[in-house]
């Protein structure tokens, strides 16, 4: 089993970038396909990016697509969501998760979740 924790969220200005961090105890990530979800005030959570264990496949939701990356760091067994040019719809408290399966852009086909991380941005 592996616990996840993620770190990084705050207030920052429209335009802006901010680095999210996620990091493992417990198991190495390598082993795990990761994803980032999002989930903001009265809505669903959603699918924000996800690597393949090997970060051979890596995927994004459409509104993302240039503006975000996801990365993995084996050594500190941690995962990364970088986000430049945010935007006030991007105001969401950010999950990071893993995967026993291949790369999702599914809730459901993730086994292990952490306790989010707020993300506010301010126009």
């Known amino acids: 089993q592996v616990q996840l924790v993620e770190t990084g969220g705050r207030l920052v200005q429209a335009g802006g970038s901010l680095r999210l961090s996620c990091a493992a105890s417990?198991?190495?990530?390598?082993?795990?396909?990761m994803g980032w979800f999002r989930q903001a005030p009265g809505k669903e959570r959603e699918f924000v990016a996800a690597?393949?264990?090997?970060?051979?496949?890596?995927v994004y939701t459409d509104s993302v697509e240039g503006r975000f990356t996801i990365s993995r760091d084996n050594p500190k067994n941690t995962v990364y969501l970088q986000m430049n040019n945010l935007k006030p719809e991007d105001t969401a408290v950010y999950y990071c998760?893993?995967?026993?399966?291949?790369?999702?852009?599914?809730?459901?086909?993730?086994?292990?979740w952490g306790q989010g991380t707020q993300v506010t941005l301010s126009s």
């Open positions: 998760a893993a995967s026993v399966r291949e790369i999702s852009r599914q809730r459901r086909d993730y086994d292990y």
């Open positions: 417990g198991r190495t990530l390598s082993t795990y396909a």
């Open positions: 690597t393949s264990r090997s970060d051979v496949d890596i």
